[in-house]
């Protein structure tokens, strides 16, 4: 299981201990509600761990799941500037089991 797990900074980690401009490094947060925009092929948006927040550019298209209020990890790394230049954008999932609501066309298949 050692191998299977994968590991990220939080944006306070950043701010605490910032990498080098030329270092990639992966963080995980919150999508801020209402701080995605596209423009053209970029996309900016900022993570938050609730008590930092980091602003993100990427110019690669994030999965169809990604949205304000989602859980997210970026892989690239931080400008001199403090912007956080994303080459890879991954959609965080819930580690809950949420069962179908009633009445859902899953209901009862197992």
Known sequence: MKGTLTYYETPTDLVTRPPSSSQ?????????????????????????????D????????????????????????????GVFHATRVIVRHSNQYHPPRAGSARAGLG
């Open 24 to 52: 990639s490094v992966r963080v995980g947060g919150l999508v801020t509600a209402g701080t995605v925009h596209h423009r053209g092929p970029v996309v900016r948006f900022v993570l938050t761990d609730g008590a930092h």
């Open 54 to 81: 980091l602003d993100v550019v990427t110019d690669g298209t994030p999965p169809a799941t990604f949205r304000g209020g989602s859980g997210a990890v970026v892989e690239g790394h931080v400008s001199v500037s």
